[in-house]
Each structure stands twice: as structure tokens, then as C-alpha cells.
Nanobody, 110 residues
Framework: VQLVESGGGLVQAGGSLRLSCVVS????????MSWFRHAPGKDREFVGW???????YYADSMKGRFAIYNDNAKNTVYLQMNTLKPEDTGVYYC?????WGQGNKVTVSS
């Protein structure tokens, strides 16, 4: 299994970004796909996960602002981030079954 991420960048506070994570090597419709982030000077933080087409779970600080969903036809999992804050700045990773993507840097300016 290989995970390749894309979609990070610089955004102003209040803006939105969508990160993508393409899964290759396996059909992922039944896999638990998780997102984590690593902010400068902080420990790695759980963001949320999705399984299948409807099961999701989010960290409390992400609820209502972040959404994780799959596109099974594209073998891709997405992290939609809205109302971004400077404290959302960090490197975001998708992961499943012990395998991690390369990370995607997100910078939110105030």
C-alpha cells in the first residue's frame, strides 16, 4: 500500500483547503483512513478518520470545521478543512494500517 498526498499550501485565516490522499496497491473501501497533523513545537495530533462511505470520527477541536470523506472510484480520501485558524498550521498526514503518506504542509496566516 502506498499513500500519496497533495493539496497543502498557504491560506489566510478563515479560508479553506482540501487535502487529498491517493491510496494505491489496495482497494480501500473497507479500510480505516486516518489523518494526523504535526504542528511546529507540538506533538503529533489526531485529526479524524473515515471508514467506508459514512463512518467518521473527529477530534473535538476539528468537529464542525473539518470533514473526511472517500471517493472510492478514485481510491482517494479527502480532508476538507474550513474556517482555518493559524493554530491549524502544520504538516498533515494520512495513514492506514501503519503506513503513512509523505505529509502535506498547511500554513494558515493571520
Amino acid at each position: 500500500v502506498q499513500l500519496v498526498e497533495s493539496g497543502g499550501g498557504l491560506v489566510q485565516a478563515g479560508g479553506s483547503l482540501r487535502l487529498s490522499c491517493v491510496v494505491s496497491g489496495r482497494t480501500f473501501s473497507s479500510m480505516v483512513m486516518s489523518w494526523f497533523r504535526h504542528a511546529p513545537g507540538k506533538d503529533r495530533e489526531f485529526v479524524g478518520w473515515v471508514i467506508g462511505s459514512s463512518g467518521t470520527y473527529y477530534a473535538d477541536s476539528m468537529k464542525g470545521r473539518f470533514a473526511i470523506y472517500n471517493d472510492n472510484a478514485k481510491n482517494t480520501v479527502y480532508l476538507q478543512m474550513n474556517t482555518l485558524k493559524p493554530e491549524d498550521t502544520g504538516v498533515y498526514y494520512c495513514t492506514t494500517e501503519g503506513i503513512w503518506g509523505q505529509g502535506n504542509k498547511v500554513t494558515v496566516s493571520s
